[in-house]
């Protein structure tokens, strides 16, 4: 069964600082990997969406990378900002009816 | 375009009670899906469907019933309400794209915190 684990599980960061938040997944035949955003009280928004034949992909200050066959995926965030502050999860496809989701790290920038 | 609504937002349910939690899309959207997020967990698929008429199985299916009629409802139903079942159930929708799940972005609704004492 595949696994996605993320760490840290939490992290703080000032204001303008760059960031990079991880992904790992056990099993690397996965169709697409995406990174969501959940704000307090609310549901999921999709950030990014890499499919597997992709190496990454970008929007505004927004990277997720793909390392297919060592079972990894970065989501880097440029110049933070306070509005970034929510919790981000990543979630791989892998089979026919599920995505496996991981447990999220909790941001917080501080202004 | 309010895109997935889910109602309620709150309920709190006796254990043994029943209860629908309803959604609903407004973008013509194939498939939806039913999740549940637990304190430190991630989400789990409860039940999903590709289309009017077609429902399956996700990966925490029991205690749960699902309907689809119609491409914008997708109903999750709770026959016998345990504690078990406290949760926030979240519903999604994406359009369907190659027959694999997760080959478009997923859109959310906002959730329904439920409650069983």
């Known amino acids: 069964k595949q696994e996605v684990t993320q760490i840290p599980a939490a992290l703080s960061v000032p204001e303008g600082e760059n960031l990079v938040l991880n992904c790992s997944f056990t099993d690397s035949a996965i169709y697409n990997l995406q990174w969501f955003r959940q704000d307090p009280g609310k549901g999921l928004t999709s950030l990014l969406l890499?499919?597997?034949?992709?190496r990454e992909q970008t929007s505004g200050r927004l990277n997720a990378s793909l390392d297919k066959s060592s079972g990894r995926s970065t989501l880097y965030i440029a110049a933070s900002q306070p509005g970034d502050s929510a919790t981000y999860l990543c979630a791989v496809s892998s089979g026919a009816n599920n995505l496996f989701f991981g447990t999220g790290t909790r941001l917080t920038v501080i202004p | 375009n309010a895109g997935v609504t889910q109602t309620p937002k709150f309920r709190i349910l006796k254990i043994g009670q029943s209860m629908t939690l309803q959604c609903t899309q407004d973008m013509n959207h194939n498939y939806m899906y039913w999740y549940r997020q637990d304190p430190g967990m991630g989400l789990k698929l409860i039940y999903y469907?590709?289309?009017?008429?077609?429902?399956d199985k996700g990966e925490v299916p029991n205690g749960y019933n699902v309907s689809r009629s119609t491409t914008e409802d997708f109903p999750l139903r709770l026959e016998l309400a345990a504690p078990s079942q406290t949760s926030v159930y979240f519903c999604?929708?994406?359009?369907?794209?190659?027959?694999?799940?997760?080959?478009?972005?997923?859109?959310f609704g906002d959730g329904t915190r439920l409650s069983i004492l």
């Open positions: 890499i499919q597997s034949s992709q």
């Open positions: 469907s590709v289309g009017a008429g077609i429902t």
């Open positions: 999604a929708s994406s359009e369907h794209v190659g027959g694999r799940v997760g080959g478009q972005p997923q859109h």
